[in-house]
Each structure stands twice: as C-alpha cells, then as structure tokens.
C-alpha cells in the first residue's frame, strides 16, 4: 500500500488549495479501506482533519475545519481530494493522508492511531 499526497502550497488567507492522495496497492471499490487527511502545525501534535469511507462515501469533518474543507474521493482514480477553502494562517502545517485498512461501510473512524500507512505529507502555509 503507497499514498502519495499533493497539493500543498503557499498561500494567502481567504484562499485556496486542493490536496490530492493518490492511492496504490488497494482499491477504493473492492477494498472499501477508509481514507484520512491528517495534519501537523509546528510545534503542535498531530490532529485529524476529515475522513472518507471509500465504499459509500461517507464523512467525517474535524469541528476546526467544518463548513471550509471538503473530502472526495475519484473511485476510478483511486484518489482522494481535500478541498480548502477559506483557509486561516492557523491551518498552516504538513498535510499527511493514510489509510486504515479494514473494509468498512458507514461513518468512518478518524483516529489517526488506526491508521496504518502513510504518506510523504505536503505542506501548506497560509500567510500574506
């Protein structure tokens, strides 16, 4: 199993980003394995952000990031989106996607200590 995360960036407060986790070594249709963005601000410990079930589809938002983010997943691409909008200087650290690798229906677990495979993480920092 490989995820290979993307996305990251500088940018301004009030902007934009799109987070990308290509996903190898399993399949989002036959697998049904959920996927979580996670992330880590200088400093700070490792917090979750969102989760998707890749059989339904269904999500899980951290309370910080309600109402601005958006998870997806691409079944044929076997890829998850993070879409961020509305960003503040505090979501500023190092993105990471995993894997939890039970095939699973329904609302996903977002505890990053049943995550069992990482990726390299891409970092976004939101300053003007």
């Known amino acids: 199993v490989q995820l290979q995360a993307s996305g990251g960036g500088l940018v301004q407060p009030g902007g934009s980003l799109r987070l990308s986790c290509a996903a190898s070594?399993?399949?989002?249709?036959?697998?049904?394995?959920?996927i979580g963005w996670f992330r880590q601000a200088p400093g700070k410990e490792r917090e979750e952000v969102s989760c998707?079930?890749?059989?339904?589809?269904?999500?899980y938002y951290a309370d910080s990031v309600k109402g601005r983010f958006t998870i997806s997943r691409d079944n044929a691409k076997n890829t998850v989106y993070l879409q961020m909008n509305s960003l503040k200087p505090e979501d500023t650290a190092v993105y990471y996607c995993?894997?939890?690798?039970?095939?699973?229906?329904?609302?996903?677990?977002?505890?990053?200590?049943?995550?069992?495979?990482w990726g390299q993480g891409t970092r976004v920092t939101v300053s003007s």
């Open positions: 998707i079930s890749s059989s339904d589809g269904s999500t």
């Open positions: 995993a894997t939890l690798p039970v095939r699973w229906v329904g609302l996903p677990s977002c505890n990053a200590y049943e995550y069992t495979y």
């Open positions: 070594g399993f399949t989002f249709q036959e697998d049904y394995y959920t």
